[in-house]
């Protein structure tokens, strides 16, 4: 059982259109983030949302729109996708370092792979 | 600021040498976290190790060690005999105690370990 699972792990679309990836966590912890990770491997946090409030938002532009319908879950959707979008993004969970014992590390999907042609 | 910076961009090793990957980080928080993450060719991220900064102890795992050091801001990682397996992109990582949520990730690593 996948505790941090992405679709689709590929997508391939055209300059324009608007797609979605989805991510969920069956691990039970609160916080979710997106990871944008491009062509150098370069990755940047994109969001991070903790028990469904967004609590970081890196001046990513407003194309992109996450959407956590519940703390499970955490869906990223991109408008009008231009090239540069182009990169693999990775969901994570956390449960924080509040917890005795925590590592307080993230546990990564497998990452999406997004082409824009 | 907080930044990581990882200046060895691509290290090529034949099997069984020792390796060390250099991470510097910044930051003006008393409390923070350092981390390495591996990303094999496969392309997914695996967890290391995490160190608090109060913990300035060393750590040995297997054939990875982890030699923390305040005064230089750095915290580098060391392979012993590496092995083709170990070949991938190594991050080094940071959070800050104000701002647990966001990781900040140097530029990475490329390991090569050739037989």
């Known amino acids: 059982d996948t505790a941090v699972s992405q679709t689709p792990k590929y997508l391939v679309t055209q300059m324009g259109n608007d797609k979605s990836i989805k991510c969920e966590q069956n691990?039970?912890?609160?916080?979710m983030y997106w990871y944008k990770q491009d062509s150098k491997k370069f990755l940047k946090i994109m969001f991070s949302y903790n028990n469904k409030e967004l609590i970081i938002n890196e001046t990513v532009p407003n194309r992109f729109s996450p959407k956590s319908p519940d703390k499970a879950h955490l869906n990223l959707h991109i408008n009008s996708l231009e090239l540069g979008d182009s990169a693999v993004y990775f969901c994570?969970?956390?449960?924080?370092?509040?917890?005795?014992?925590?590592?307080?590390?993230?546990?990564f999907g497998e990452g999406s792979r997004l082409t824009v042609l | 600021a907080q930044k990581v910076t990882q200046a060895q961009t691509e290290i090529s090793v034949v099997e069984k040498e020792d390796v060390t990957l250099d991470c510097v980080y910044e930051?003006?928080?008393?409390?923070?976290?350092l981390f390495w993450y591996k990303q094999p060719p496969s392309g997914e991220l695996v967890f290391l190790i995490r160190r608090n900064s109060f913990d300035e102890q060393n750590e040995i795992s297997g054939r990875y060690s982890w030699n923390f050091q305040k005064s230089t801001s750095s915290f580098n990682f060391t392979i012993t005999a590496s092995q083709v397996v170990d070949s991938a992109v190594y991050f080094c990582a940071l959070s800050e105690g104000s701002d647990t949520d966001k990781l900040i990730f140097g530029t990475g690593t490329r390991l090569q370990v050739f037989p």
């Open positions: 994570a969970s956390s449960q924080g370092y509040e917890l005795a014992g925590n590592t307080g590390e993230l546990f």
């Open positions: 691990l039970g912890h609160d916080t």
């Open positions: 930051t003006r928080d008393t409390t923070y976290y």
